[in-house]
């Protein structure tokens, strides 16, 4: 069972980026997941969960209206489209299987001017 992230970087305050999960090992399509966040000293939060057929999403109310949580279960693969940016999101983005729980390795998205 593996988790990718990637797609992480530096953006500026109001900017835009796409991060991506790759799955492998384990029945993608029929698992929930989600992308979850960590800064130094926090702890981790969820920010977005997508069940399996992608109808059903969740979202933290500090990222509602701005991320959008996708998959492609053709690809094994899940997105987070990450737009208007605040420094307050800077984190390392971690993508989870929900049960039983997975982590990936996670991916760094830094906010700055």
């Known amino acids: 069972v593996q988790l990718v992230e990637s797609g992480g970087g530096l953006v500026q305050p109001g900017g835009s980026l796409r991060l991506s999960c790759a799955a492998s090992?384990?029945?993608?399509?029929?698992?929930?997941m989600s992308w979850d966040r960590q800064t130094p000293g926090k702890e981790r939060e969820l920010v977005a969960a997508?069940?399996?057929?992608?109808?059903?999403?969740h979202y933290a109310d500090s990222v509602k209206g701005r991320f959008t949580i996708s998959r492609d279960n053709n690809k094994n693969m899940m997105y987070l489209e990450m737009n208007n940016l605040k420094y307050e999101d800077a984190a390392v983005y971690y993508c989870?299987?929900?049960?039983?729980?997975?982590w990936g390795r996670g991916t760094q998205v830094t906010v700055s001017s």
């Open positions: 989870r299987r929900l049960f039983p729980v997975v």
């Open positions: 090992g384990f029945a993608f399509s029929s698992a929930g």
């Open positions: 997508i069940y399996s057929a992608g109808a059903i999403t």
